[in-house]
């Protein structure tokens, strides 16, 4: 494992560029793929590109403060407080590991984004902490926790919600205890757990190689300023009765959202709650904007590079791309066969569509149209693709964005075990697709 792993980690850090520049060679490949492959235009191509550019506007904004809101509640007293007491549980860098990883994969269970921002966190303190901790490899067992599928996860919940297009194409909706909670899918997942714990654990680089947390940002003290010496306006920013009573606002929707629906987070609840909770826990409007300002640089990949990855989607939709490799895999498939190429097909694909539920909105009414006329195992087609979109996100650095922004790395320092997790993770999911097709 050592002798791999220092392979990887010596090829990511010689050819893997950074981000921003990936983004631009990925988006030049999907252009040349279209123009050679699809018999597009350059002019064709481009104008795909533009049309695409702005589609992913909201959803940038959704994970901007997704994070900017998880950042700014981190740096409030009582978080301090419980993140101290957290991270001073573990004492050898074994247990740290452990420890990061775990509550990673618990928060990502639950949601996605609420765990990529606990993950991150938690991984910087634990870093600041513990010494002969390899920092990199840290915030690359966080990161793993991602490919978990959980309640979260909007394919399968699209594919068990009345009205989806599945349903218009004469499918029955499929619920997600046929999905999400099949015993095979739960056993799955299991192993991932598991593995991901044993990989990482056997990834530690020899003790001249470890590079431990280094603090670049030093906080700026809080000078306070005697009440009887502000200004009306400085004393409204030091109030913390406007902080309480605009947090009635989002309190009282998530009370009553939640009474109506249920506890059922997504991206907008996920946002108001951290909105909400960092209101409340700070001291005042000015304590709260202190930390955004701190918190605002970590956000600035995704400002950058999300557009990027909204113009590939542009140009592999309306060029055909998809359809083209997805129609590939369906005429290598039979029934048995055809979950585990939906896998890989969904993996592919989600190198250059990076949002799950615009790649299934894509790419999905092909492969379920196929499933039918194969007569292949509808349940295990839907979360085949779900966690084809979720495997390839471990090489790509358009989900690792918000949490190396926190960590303050780069994809090249992380990507070396990232790829090597892909690998036994992706034998997990494609070995179980295989023994399901002789049941």
């Not at 055909?320 to 997805?326: C, E, K, P, R």
Request: charged share 10%; net charge positive.
């Amino acid at each position: 494992m050592k002798t791999v792993t220092k392979f990887c980690l010596k090829m990511v850090q010689n050819y893997l560029p950074d981000a921003f520049i990936l983004a631009i060679l990925l988006t030049f490949v999907v252009f040349c793929g279209g123009m050679f492959l699809m018999n597009k235009s350059a002019l064709q191509m481009i104008e795909y590109w533009g049309r695409g550019y702005s589609s992913m506007f909201v959803f940038g904004m959704q994970m901007v403060l997704v994070l900017l809101t998880g950042y700014v509640l981190a740096l409030t007293p009582l978080a301090k407080k419980i993140l101290n007491k957290v991270t001073g549980i573990p004492k050898t860098p074994q247990q740290a590991l452990g420890l990061t990883a775990l509550v990673s994969i618990a928060s990502c269970y639950i949601n996605w984004g609420f765990g990529l921002v606990i993950g991150a966190v938690l991984a910087k303190e634990v870093g600041k902490k513990v010494k002969g901790l390899h920092f990199p490899l840290l915030v690359a067992a966080a990161y793993g926790g991602e490919i978990i599928r959980g309640p979260s996860s909007s394919i399968p919940l699209v594919s068990a919600t009345p009205g989806n297009f599945m349903e218009k194409l004469g499918l029955p909706l499929t619920p997600v205890g046929d999905t999400l909670y099949s015993y095979w899918n739960l056993v799955m997942t299991a192993i991932i757990v598991i593995m991901l714990f044993i990989v990482y654990f056997n990834m530690k680089p020899p003790a001249n190689e470890i590079v431990e947390y280094s603090e670049k940002e030093q906080e700026k003290p809080d000078i306070r300023i005697a009440k009887k010496d502000m200004t009306f306006a400085e004393r409204l920013e030091n109030a913390y009765w406007l902080n309480a009573l605009f947090g009635l606002f989002p309190l009282i929707y998530l009370g009553a959202n939640f009474s109506k629906i249920g506890f059922d987070l997504n991206l907008n609840l996920v946002i108001l709650i951290f909105l909400t909770l960092g209101l409340y826990l700070h001291s005042s409007p000015n304590g709260f904007l202190k930390a955004v300002a701190q918190g605002i640089g970590a956000s600035r990949g995704i400002i950058l590079q999300f557009p990027l990855y909204a113009g590939m989607s542009g140009m592999m939709t309306a060029s055909g791309l998809v359809d083209m490799i997805s129609m590939w895999f369906v005429e290598i498939s039979t029934a048995h066969t055809f979950p585990l190429y939906t896998f890989l097909s969904a993996g592919l694909v989600n190198i250059f569509i990076s949002s799950g539920g615009g790649q299934w909105a894509i790419q999905g009414p092909i492969m379920m149209k196929a499933a039918e006329a194969l007569g292949a195992n509808i349940p295990q087609t839907i979360m085949a693709f779900a966690w084809g979109d979720g495997w390839t996100n471990q090489i790509q650095p358009f989900w690792a964005l918000p949490l190396l922004g926190v960590a303050g790395l780069s994809a090249r320092d992380i990507m070396g075990y990232c790829v090597i997790w892909t690998i036994v993770s992706g034998v997990i999911i494609s070995g179980t697709f295989v023994i399901l097709s002789f049941m």
